[in-house]
């Protein structure tokens, strides 16, 4: 069974910055695309970041230029820098995998971690 654990939430002042970090742990041969969504009080889930195993990344406009994803394929990490933060940034924040590929030949698809607390206060 597979499972995403995020870490690095927290509370920090407009401005500032945060790293969250997510990890895959189980029987793994290969993941797709890795993630980050968020999802504010009272709104819908919302995409954050993505990247494939590629590289290849995709960010929402509201983060372009304050946020960077990167991964480490070896590992099964994801990494979510996020600079310059500003008080809408907060949200439960939900690392993603899809397209994951276990030893055995398991496939699944839409995990998802159990969320990390940012709260970006002004």
């Known amino acids: 069974q597979v499972q995403l654990v995020e870490s690095g939430g927290g509370l920090v002042q407009a401005g500032g910055s945060l790293r969250l970090s997510c990890a895959a742990s189980?029987?793994?041969?290969?993941?797709?695309?890795m993630g980050w969504y968020r999802q504010a009080p009272g709104k819908l889930r919302e995409l954050v970041a993505t990247i494939t195993s590629g590289g290849s990344t995709n960010y929402a406009d509201f983060v372009k230029g304050r946020f960077t994803i990167s991964r480490d394929n070896a590992k099964n990490t994801v990494d979510l820098q996020m600079n310059s933060l500003k008080p809408e940034d907060t949200a439960v924040y939900y690392c993603n995998a899809d397209g994951v590929l276990q030893y055995g030949g398991t496939y699944s698809s839409g995990l998802w971690g159990q969320g990390t607390q940012v709260t970006v206060s002004s």
């Open positions: 189980g029987r793994i041969s290969s993941i797709n695309a």
